[in-house]
């Protein structure tokens, strides 16, 4: 569910309408609503309530603006981080660090040091070499890094392949079947406190057989760190759930997945750990956007709209479906190829799409862009970054200012030897 919505024959953000977004912030504009947000954020933390009390991170590379950032912390969420970069984010938007959960298989050394300098919750090891490189910054410092030891559990996620990342020749995590010995080596170094394991398999899972089928691995995976005497406190279970793209798309419910959760880690005697994204972001942003023209092609016209590949990258990167909705729907319909402007095929949103009627100058929105879109932006073809905007019920703010083509350029430098 969002607040998305027709109201007068036009759509509406909760209670402002894009239009007026539109007019005030320009366009290609992301708009995000809080109330989405926060009822996604309710919905997943009642959905894992009877888990006793799990640990949430919102995953910041979903949609790292400060001010989402900031609606989730006061959710109570705190945030699994892949860069030093997203870990300032979550510390700005007032995220405690021992709320930080920090993945990612190519953490650098300075990015190792501001965690423990922070003091972040727990480090999510990737590697046997990424827990030696930390014990000894860690030792250093006279502290121990909490450390939950991810392992890849070589199960098919079924989602698109570049967005799997638990199959044994993804880079992910370690090899389940090495685990053990790796835990125990790294649970004997100084500097680390090792006290869990950790799984995340791909993103956008419409089916929650791969994650059982994950999560009855890890627990058989505790159960034999366990039996040689290794402590095992924390379980992070990752992200992944799916949204509906799409009129028809299926996805498991948050109660579907809490209840699998609770069936598979019963006994488990651990805190668990969550990672969720896309779930809690997805439905709540759109990417609005206005129609440049329409022009004739052989089969179906093209609608060329002023947002492109550069700005919400998923239909090029993956062939991601987004649903095109017009601003003010005129109940006539076409069948078109819906691009943007960039001087590449890639740029196509869609093609042979049955949509509402648009003309030039019409508004139109790009629903399900709330997570994996501005955050995955470029200035490819030297356009500049697009705004982002925060809807609150009958009022909004600019939460990201649109940044120019010329202040991009103006971080350039011709050296005086050319
Ligand atoms: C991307 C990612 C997530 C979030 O995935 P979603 O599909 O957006 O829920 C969680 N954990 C890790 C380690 C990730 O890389």
Redesign the pocket.
Known sequence: MDHFHLRDGELYAEDVPLARIAAEVGTPVYVYSRATLERHARVFKEALAPLGDPHLAF?V??NPNLAVLRVMQREGFGA?V?SGGELARALAAGMPASEVVF?GVGKQEYELIRGLDAGLGQF?LESEEEGTELSVLAAARGVRAPCALRVNPDVDAGTHDK?S?GKADNKFGVPIGEAPAIYARLAALPGLDMRGVAV?I???LSDLSPLERAFEKLGTLIATLRAVGLKVTHADL????GVPYKAGDVMPSPAEYGAMVARVTAGWDVRLMF?????IAGNAGVLLTKVVRVKRGIRDPFVIVDAAMNDLARPALYGSWHDFEAVRPSNKRMTANIVGPICETGDTFAMGRNIEGVEAGDLAVFRTAG??GATMASSYNSRGFVAEVMVDGDKYAIVADRILPEEITAAERVPDWL
């Open positions: 995953a590379k979903a699994d892949v993945s999510n967005i990342t995340h791909g993103s956008q990752g992200g992944g759930l990672e969720p994204g896309r779930v997570a994996y």
